[in-house]
């Protein structure tokens, strides 16, 4: 009932930069709210990582390989989170998988709570 749609991946060389997108969306409804939103990748071979969360009140966390080169934020109005990758590195390629905790969306008179909610990953590929 909850779409999460990702954007913005892409083949890079290293000191490159990219900007991904995810925008949150639901079936004739209108989202409420939205608590944590973030960023996690999966390399080839490789368990899933977080690498940045953004809460609704604005508490950020970054993996400490990403600080100071990536930027999360997001756009409550858009329901839109965004990740600016500055100073690309060939280790950053993988599968960016955009998350969203606890959606608070009205359909039809009735308020509605999500779990977890995943995007479809987006591939980014930092070549060397």
């Known amino acids: 009932q909850v779409q999460l749609v990702e954007s913005g991946g892409g083949l890079v060389q290293a000191g490159g930069s990219l900007r991904l997108s995810c925008a949150a969306s639901?079936?004739?409804?209108?989202?409420?709210?939205?608590?944590?939103m973030g960023w996690f990748r999966q390399a080839p071979g490789k368990q899933r990582e977080l690498v940045a969360t953004v809460t609704g009140g604005g508490n950020i966390h970054y993996v400490d390989s990403v600080k100071g080169r990536f930027t999360i934020s997001r756009d409550d109005a858009k329901n839109t989170v965004f990740l600016q990758m500055n100073s690309l590195k060939p280790e950053d390629t993988a599968v960016y998988y955009c998350?969203?905790?606890?959606?608070?969306?009205?359909?039809?008179?009735?308020?509605?709570?999500?779990?977890?909610?995943w995007g479809q990953g987006t591939q980014v590929t930092v070549s060397s």
């Open positions: 998350n969203a905790n606890r959606i608070i969306y009205w359909r039809g008179g009735t308020k509605y709570s999500t779990g977890d909610s």
């Open positions: 639901a079936n004739n409804a209108v989202i409420f709210s939205i608590d944590t």
